[in-house]
């Protein structure tokens, strides 16, 4: 799994301690996001995988407001470290 699917995943799993498996079907509903069974956690991104991170940011900022895209931050704060600034998807900085 790339550092991007990585994101995602932690970012989906911390939404879900928050708001139970509702977390996994709004990733579902995200475009370039593939999500498999929730007990595996897997996870993948097709296309341009800022693009996609920052449409799950906004699907759950969409239904939850601004501490939802904190958690998403906090969520992915510990793998953002690996990556350049320019490879940080806009709505994680």
Known sequence: MDIFSNIARKIIKEQELIIGPLAWDEARKVGGLSVGD?????????????????????????????????????????????????EVPSSLR
């Not at 800022?50 to 510990?78: I, M, P, T, W």
């Open 38 to 86: 929730e007990k595996t956690g897997e996870v993948t991104i097709a296309g341009d995988a800022k693009e996609v991170l920052n449409k799950l940011v906004a699907q759950y900022e969409r239904l939850f407001g601004r501490a939802s895209r904190e958690v998403c931050h906090d969520a992915a704060a510990s793998l953002l470290a690996d990556l350049q600034p320019a």
